[in-house]
């Protein structure tokens, strides 16, 4: 009776949760320009049109350039702090990771006022680096984190056997430290990318409309009305993140990827 009551309780969530983005999807297929579910007749025009109309492009292309910088900048700065914590066996790096973590657990708006009023002194709002710099600012915990459990996973007899060899530090690093890492790092980007990609409030303080995103441009959008390109740039949303991760699932190492430790040999 309780394992019953616990697969129907979890397809209760799996359907609500997932309920929403079949609805999306079916709005996001309509014939006519009405956002109606059931959809009324069939058409992929909607999606046609984020690649044809020239507003909508525009902000496609806006999203991906800014996700890629925002995914390298977070990178350039996750990948030597995370090496120099765990070379350096550096106590208090629990207390930096913490701090790293506050952006997210502030309001986002608040983040983002900060930013606005901190890039402003340096020109650097209304383009597309100015919101690649405060999206790898905020999201640069992502991979930190993902790196260090790459770090951490490492062998220090590798380490040591590299020494041994006569390898000096930069040597180690980029013939044994490097490659251990690099799926932790493509982990990190990934995450980084694919938030950059649905971020809004930073997209928009530091846009200042100059600069359009797909979230920014959806906002603007529904002033005007509902369409279902809306929806079908929703969809869109929705494949690439299952793309990305699924990616990353398949070539990586899921679960150590996730923090999990591999069962050690007996």
């Given at each position: 009776?309780?394992r019953?009551?616990?697969?129907?309780?979890?397809?209760?969530?799996?359907?609500t949760?997932?309920?929403?983005?079949?609805?999306?999807?079916?709005?996001?297929?309509?014939?006519?320009?009405?956002?109606f579910?059931?959809?009324?007749?069939l058409?992929?025009?909607?999606?046609?049109?984020?690649?044809?109309k020239?507003?909508w492009?525009e902000?496609?292309?806006?999203?991906?350039?800014i996700?890629?910088?925002?995914g390298?900048?977070?990178l350039?700065?996750?990948?030597?702090?995370?090496?120099?914590?765990?070379?350096?066996?550096?106590?208090?790096?629990k207390?930096?990771?913490?701090?790293?973590l506050l952006?997210f657990?502030?309001?986002?708006?608040?983040?983002?006022?900060?930013?606005?009023?901190w890039?402003?002194?340096?020109?650097?709002?209304?383009?597309?680096?100015g919101?690649?710099?405060?999206?790898?600012?905020f999201?640069?915990?992502?991979?930190?984190?993902?790196?260090?459990?790459?770090?951490?996973s490492?062998?220090?007899?590798l380490?040591?056997?590299a020494r041994?060899m006569?390898?000096?530090?930069?040597?180690?690093?980029?013939?044994?430290?490097?490659?251990?890492?690099?799926?932790y790092?493509?982990?990190?980007?990934?995450?980084?990318?694919?938030?950059?990609?649905n971020?809004?409030?930073?997209?928009?303080f530091?846009?200042?409309?100059?600069?359009?995103?797909l979230?920014?441009?959806?906002?603007s959008?529904?002033?005007?009305?509902?369409?279902?390109t809306?929806?079908s740039?929703s969809?869109?949303f929705?494949?690439?993140?299952v793309?990305v991760f699924?990616?990353?699932?398949?070539?990586g190492?899921?679960?150590?990827?996730?923090?999990?430790?591999?069962?050690?040999?007996?």
């Open positions: 009776m309780i019953i009551s616990r697969i129907i309780f979890c397809w209760l969530v799996i359907i949760m997932s309920a929403p983005l079949f609805i999306v999807a079916g709005v996001s297929v309509n014939q006519r320009k009405l956002m579910f059931p959809p009324r007749g058409s992929l025009r909607w999606y046609e049109e984020v690649f044809t020239a507003p492009f902000a496609l292309t806006a999203s991906l350039s996700a890629v910088m925002a390298i900048i977070a350039s700065v996750a990948l030597p702090t995370a090496y120099c914590l765990w070379q350096h066996k550096v106590r208090y790096a207390v930096l990771y913490s701090i790293g952006p657990a502030l309001p986002p708006v608040i983040t983002a006022l900060g930013m606005l009023m890039w402003a002194q340096f020109g650097a709002t209304g383009n597309y680096w919101i690649a710099l405060g999206h790898g600012v999201l640069v915990t992502l991979p930190m984190v993902m790196i260090s459990l790459g770090l951490e490492i062998d220090q007899e380490l040591e056997a041994t006569g390898a000096n530090n930069t040597t180690t690093f980029r013939t044994v430290v490097l490659p251990m890492v690099a799926p790092m493509v982990a990190g980007f990934a995450f980084a990318f694919v938030l950059s990609m971020e809004f409030i930073i997209s928009f530091l846009g200042q409309f100059a600069v359009q995103t979230p920014v441009k959806i906002f959008s529904l002033r005007s009305g509902y369409t279902p809306i929806a740039v969809v869109m929705i494949l690439l993140a793309i699924g990616l990353v699932a398949r070539f190492d899921l679960p150590r990827l996730l923090g999990a430790w591999a069962a050690k040999d007996r």
